[in-house]
C-alpha cells in the first residue's frame, strides 16, 4: 500500500509540474495559432493510444482486447487525423507569410 | 510478460524514452508559439508521439500484434482519409470529431484495463477502479458531447441554445447516476461475485451508459455560436481523460501529455470567455439568446435610420482611403467569402492603402477560426490583428468593412444597459469615418439583440451573400483602378 500511494504521489507531481509549464507555454501561444494548436493538442490527447495498446497487448481475455481494438482505432484517428489536419493548417500559415 | 525490447533493456529504458517524448511535446508545443516554427512544432510533438508509441508497442508482449496492427492501420487510414478530404470551413466539425475520439479511447481502455485485471486474475485496488471510474466519466461526457458539438457545426443537429427546467433536471440525474455507479465500482467491485456477468465489471458499464447520456444533454442546448467555448472545453476534457488513465496505468507519458492538453483547452475555454465576458457557467447552462420579443424595439432603431449602399459607392470610398480594416465574422466562413476578401485586401495592399484585419477572438465557430481561414486564402499573417490591437486604430481608419459579424461589433456591449453582450469586448469599428457592414439582412446576430451599429450616420449597408459582395468589390476596385 505504502509503495502504491508513493507511486501515486509521484503522478500527481508530473501532473502538477506538467500544467505549470503547459500554462506557460500556452498563454504565449498567438490568438492566430490557436485552431492549428487545438488541433494538435488534440493530436497529442491520442496519447490514450498507448494505454490501448498495453491493454490490447497485454490480455487474454477476448473481451479486453476487443474494446482494446476499438480503443486503439479510435486513438489512431485522433492522432493521425489530428497531426495532418494541424500540418495542412500550419503549412497555409506559413505560406502566407512571404 | 515482456516484449523484444524489455527482454534486453531495463525497467528505466521504458520511462526514458517516456520522459524524451514529454520533452518533445513539450518543445513542439514552444515551436507553436510563432508561425514561422509553428509547423516545424507540431512535426516535433508528432515525432514525440511516433516514439512513444512504437516503445510502448514493442516493450509490452504483443500477444495478437495482428488485433494492434490492424487497429493501427484502420484508424491511421481514416484518420487521413478524413484529414486529406475535409473542406476549409467544415474544420470546427472535424476537430471537434477528432477529439471525440480521443475522449472515448480513453473510457474503453479503462474498461478494457479492468476486465483484463479481473480476467488475469488480479484485484480491483481502489486507486485503480477511482481513476478508471474517472476516466470513464470523462471520457464518455468528451466522446457524446463531441459527437453533438461536431453534429451542431455541420448542422445536422440543431443549433439553437434551450435553457430548461427540465434539461438541468436530467443533467442532475444522470451526472448522479454516474457518480453513483462509480461509487459501486470502487467500493464494491466485485459485487456480482462470481456469476458470469461480473467478469465484465457491469458497473463499469452503467458508469458510461449514464455519462454518455450527460454528455448529449450537456451540449445540446447550448447555441451554435458558443460551440469555440464548447470545443475547446472539450479538448480540455479529453486531456484530462487521458492524463486519469496514466494514472490507471501508471504511464508518466500519459500523464504529461494529457496534462498539457488539459492546460490548452483550460487556457483555451478561459480567453474565449473573457471574450464574450461571459461565465463558463453561463455558457454551459445559462442558454443565451433565442427569444425574439426584442422584435419592435428593433424597428425603433432601424426605422428610417438605414442607409443602404452599393459596391460601386463602397469603391468610390475605397479608391480614396488611406486605411482599411476588414472585420470578418462567421458569415465570412459560411459563404466561404475568404478568398474573396483576401483578393479585396490584396488590391488594396498593391495600390498603398494600409489595410489590416481586425479580427474578434470569438468570431467563427472555434478559437481562432478566421485566422485558420484567411490563412488558407493567404493572407499573412501579421495582417491578422487582435481585438487589442485593432481598436486604438479605428479613429485613425477611412472605412472599416464588416464582412458577415453581427454581435462582435455592436456597440450596446459597451454600455452597461443589460443586454446579453454587455461588457463583451468589441471591436469599435464605429469610430472609423466609415462603416460597411456587408450582411444578408438586418436579423440579429446570436445574441438576438438589435445592433444600433448599423443605424448610426456613418454606416451603410451593403446587403448581399458576403462571398458575392466581396467579388463585386474586387471587380468594381479594379475596373476603377485599371
Known amino acids: 500500500m505504502a509503495t502504491e500511494l508513493s507511486a501515486f504521489v509521484t503522478n500527481l507531481t508530473l501532473f502538477v509540474l506538467a500544467a505549470f509549464v503547459g500554462y506557460e507555454i500556452i498563454t504565449k501561444i498567438p490568438t492566430n495559432l490557436h485552431t492549428p494548436l487545438m488541433s494538435g493538442a488534440n493530436a497529442i490527447s491520442g496519447i490514450t493510444l498507448l494505454g490501448s495498446v498495453v491493454v490490447a497487448g497485454s490480455g487474454s481475455n477476448g473481451l479486453a482486447t476487443a474494446l482494446g481494438f476499438l480503443a486503439v482505432v479510435m486513438a489512431t484517428i485522433n492522432v493521425v487525423g489530428g497531426y495532418l489536419v494541424s500540418h495542412f493548417m500550419l503549412d497555409q500559415f506559413r505560406g502566407g507569410g512571404n | ?482
Open chain 2, 1 to 482: 510478460m515482456a516484449g523484444i525490447l524489455a527482454q534486453y533493456l531495463p525497467d528505466a529504458a521504458l520511462q526514458l524514452a517516456y520522459l524524451i517524448a514529454g520533452i518533445l511535446f513539450i518543445q513542439g508545443l514552444r515551436d507553436m508559439t510563432h508561425p514561422r516554427t509553428a509547423t516545424r512544432g507540431n512535426q516535433i510533438s508528432a515525432a514525440g508521439m511516433f516514439l512513444a508509441v512504437l516503445v510502448t508497442a514493442l516493450w509490452f508482449d504483443i500477444v495478437s500484434p495482428l488485433i494492434l496492427g490492424a487497429g493501427l492501420l484502420v484508424g491511421g487510414g481514416i484518420g487521413v482519409w478524413l484529414a486529406v478530404t475535409v473542406e476549409t470551413t467544415e474544420m470546427p466539425q472535424l476537430v471537434g470529431l477528432f477529439n471525440g475520439f480521443g475522449g472515448g479511447a480513453s473510457a474503453l481502455v479503462a474498461g478494457a484495463e479492468l476486465i483484463d485485471v479481473l480476467a488475469s486474475g488480479g484485484s480491483l485496488s481502489i486507486d485503480l477502479t477511482a481513476t478508471a471510474a474517472i476516466a470513464g466519466i470523462i471520457g464518455s461526457v468528451t466522446f457524446w458531447g463531441s459527437l453533438v458539438a461536431a453534429g451542431k457545426l455541420h448542422g445536422i443537429v440543431g443549433d439553437s441554445p434551450v435553457s430548461t427546467n427540465v434539461g438541468h433536471a436530467i443533467k442532475v440525474l444522470f451526472l448522479g447516476a454516474a457518480v453513483v455507479a462509480g461509487l459501486v465500482l470502487v467500493i464494491q467491485p466485485e459485487m456480482l461475485g462470481n456469476s458470469p456477468m461480473a467478469s465484465w465489471i457491469p458497473s463499469y458499464w452503467v458508469l458510461v451508459a449514464a455519462a454518455s447520456i450527460l454528455g448529449i444533454f450537456l451540449v445540446v442546448p447550448i447555441g451554435g455560436a458558443d460551440m469555440p467555448v464548447v470545443i475547446a472545453l472539450l479538448n480540455s476534457y479529453s486531456g484530462l481523460a487521458a492524463a486519469t488513465t496514466g494514472f490507471v496505468l501508471g504511464n508518466t507519458a500519459l500523464i504529461i501529455a494529457g496534462t498539457l492538453v488539459g492546460a490548452s483547452g483550460l487556457i483555451l475555454t478561459v480567453i474565449m470567455c473573457e471574450s464574450m465576458n461571459r461565465s463558463l457557467t453561463n455558457v454551459l447552462f445559462g442558454g443565451l439568446g433565442g427569444d425574439d420579443d426584442d422584435g419592435e424595439d428593433m424597428e425603433d432603431i432601424y426605422e428610417g435610420q438605414i442607409q443602404e449602399t452599393s459596391p460601386e459607392e463602397v469603391v468610390m470610398l475605397l479608391e480614396t482611403a488611406d486605411r482599411v480594416v476588414v472585420v470578418p465574422g462567421y458569415g465570412m466562413a459560411v459563404a466561404q467569402a475568404q478568398h474573396a476578401v483576401a483578393e479585396l485586401v490584396d488590391l488594396l495592399d498593391e495600390h498603398g492603402v494600409d489595410v489590416e484585419f481586425g479580427i474578434h477572438p470569438v468570431a467563427g465557430r472555434m478559437p481562432g477560426h478566421m485566422n485558420a481561414l484567411l490563412a488558407e486564402a493567404d493572407v499573412p499573417y501579421d495582417k491578422m490583428r487582435e481585438l487589442e490591437e485593432v481598436n486604438p486604430t479605428f479613429s485613425q481608419t477611412d472605412v472599416a468593412i464588416v464582412c458577415g459579424a453581427n454581435d462582435v461589433v455592436n456597440p450596446r456591449a459597451n454600455e452597461d444597459d443589460g443586454s446579453p453582450i454587455s461588457g463583451m469586448p468589441v471591436l469599435n469599428v464605429a469610430e472609423a469615418n466609415t462603416v460597411i457592414v456587408n450582411k444578408r439582412s438586418l436579423s440579429p446576430g446570436f445574441s438576438g439583440i438589435p445592433n444600433p451599429l448599423f443605424a448610426r450616420d456613418n454606416t451603410s449597408m451593403l446587403f448581399g451573400d458576403a462571398k458575392e459582395s466581396m467579388q463585386d468589390l474586387v471587380n468594381d476596385y479594379k475596373e476603377a483602378t485599371d
